[in-house]
């Protein structure tokens, strides 16, 4: 990372989040959860230094975001936040993923077509001071204080009511957002502690088991491979499942093996085009095209994610949290099979689909909650 002479540096293990059922009540301040890529900004004059939670330098990927933060954040100053993409007023993650791209003239198309915004929660540093032993509430208004007004930088909403923070958990995922996150209103900023809570959508669906890629520890299953059935009778790849314990993931080879696909019959998925991004095709059921799962790892491309596919009529139960378009935004949960559902049924009719909710009302105004 580039070199930056403050009193936080990089890198820095952002502050995490368990899981919890429902909204706690308590000494919190409650946020929106956004869904995005984290991000630990790090301004010294120009020097703008875009820090991912896995400690790999953004900037690249997002040159246009480095000259909105020049522009509204402070000259010195760590801010905590997500990177976002917003489009047709909600969180759009696939057009987000697609700015990891190795060619330096796709991500300057996407600049321009897609620019992505920056959403600041929290203040690590301001000029010379490190901020972090200070509590949550007083960090939160000095970054209110600090970022000016701009269109793609914001700070965001938060409440001390919760309440509100539960009808934000109902209402705002149909702009895209994942769920509500509580921060202790006295809390010091702790690198890499679970010392937030946080609240997400959870929702079961019946899906088809149409293929499984392997571990990378050798020959055991990796993930599931789940698919969904259109209104057009097609199945797309909406995404995985791999919770599984190493000694499941050896008893699944044996028991996928009597579903695996014989030579030289037709599979929806198997004679997909490498498109080169995880998956394909709109998936919508509206029309010809479908979503099938790709063969290329967007942030490792080293990575083999080809998979072995299985004659599409295991059905599994598994939870999942949002959708994303067409498929699950993050891997599915297995909770059992489903011998009684014959695999034909499982179609996106079943799916709960939250109502759309426009992003602007979202971001409103940070400090008038």
Known sequence: MAEVNLPVLPPVEPMLAKSAAKVPTGDYLYEPKWDGFRCIVFRDGDRVVLGSRGGKELGRYFPELVESLKEALPARCVVDGEIVVVVDSRLDFDRLSDRIHPAASRVKLLAERTPASFIGFDLLALGDRDLTAEPFADRRAALLSA???????????????????ATWFQHFEGAGLDGVVAKPSQGAYTPGERSMVKIKH?????????GYRLHKTGPIVGSLMLGLYGEDGILNYVGGSSAFTMARRKELIDELAPYLLPEGESH?????PDEGDGDSGSGSGS???HRRPGTLNRWNAGKDVSFIALRPELVCEVRYDQLQGDRFRHNGRFVRWRPDRDAASCSYEQLDVPAAYDLADVFGDAGQD
């Open 202 to 210: 959870e929702r079961t669906a019946d899906v088809v088991v149409a």
């Open 287 to 289: 029309d010809s095209e």
């Open 147 to 165: 970022v000016a007004k701009h269109e793609y930088v914001h700070v965001t909403r938060a409440t001390d009511d919760p309440e509100l923070a």
């Open 268 to 272: 929806p998925w198997v004679d997909a």
